[in-house]
T-cell receptor, first 111, second 113 residues
């Protein structure tokens, strides 16, 4: 079936380094993608989104890249901070504006 | 997001009991969703509602029911709770006029004994 997934379940990064979190999707009809951050004990929080007519979008310290050719999405976090430790989910829009979520990548920032 | 609230935040119940989880939002959004989250499985859609008169099943609706009492309120019921319904439950909302970004509540942690 069609699904959204992340390449790695965990990522450990040194504070101050850049983080790259990857996501592969298989629904070629999806035209909207979102990255969410979920901290322990909290609900997912919107980080950044991108439409399929774009390849790149930047926010504050975050950049999302979309490669439609290989159905790949990535989230880059610049100068990773301890507060960036969380689980990160990518999501794609499915039918009728429903979102499909990947299993998540747990990011741990080392001091 | 403080604009989406869920009650209770934690609940312990016994097998066979009926329980209700409630969600309220002050964002003025038309669309509301219920998800469950299990370790390693991400978020799975239980039910969703695009307006007060619209209710739709998601991918894992068996054992659950919902009620959209008003635009701002969407409740999830477990008619007869079973242990494999132990999970984190999230409510979310979205605005039909602002793409499909969904905003989540803080979650309800449910334990069924």
């Amino acid at each position: 079936g069609e699904s959204v997934g992340l390449h790695l379940p965990t990522l450990s990064v040194q504070e101050g380094d850049n983080s790259i979190i990857n996501c592969a999707y298989s629904n070629s009809a999806s035209d909207y993608f979102i990255w969410y951050k979920q901290e322990s004990g909290k609900g997912p929080q919107f980080i950044i989104d991108i439409r399929s007519n774009m390849d790149k979008r930047q926010g504050q310290r975050v950049t999302v890249l979309l490669n439609k050719t290989v159905k790949h999405l990535s989230l880059q976090i610049a100068a990773t901070q301890p507060g960036d430790s969380a689980v990160y989910f990518c999501a794609e829009n499915g039918d009728d504006y429903k979102l499909s979520f990947g299993a998540g990548t747990t990011v741990t920032v080392r001091a | 997001d403080a604009d989406v609230t869920q009650t209770p935040r934690n609940r312990i119940t016994k097998t066979g009991k009926r329980i209700m989880l409630e969600c309220s939002q002050t964002k003025g959004h038309d669309r509301m969703y219920w998800y469950r989250q299990d370790p390693g499985l991400g978020l799975r859609l239980i039910y969703y509602s695009f307006d007060v008169k619209d209710i739709n099943k998601g991918e894992i609706s068996d054992g659950y029911s919902v009620s959209r009492q008003a635009q701002a309120k969407f409740s999830l019921s477990l008619e007869s709770a079973i242990p494999n319904q132990t999970a984190l439950y999230f409510c979310a909302t979205s605005d039909r006029t602002a793409q499909e970004t969904q905003y989540f509540g803080p979650g309800t942690r449910l334990l069924v004994l």
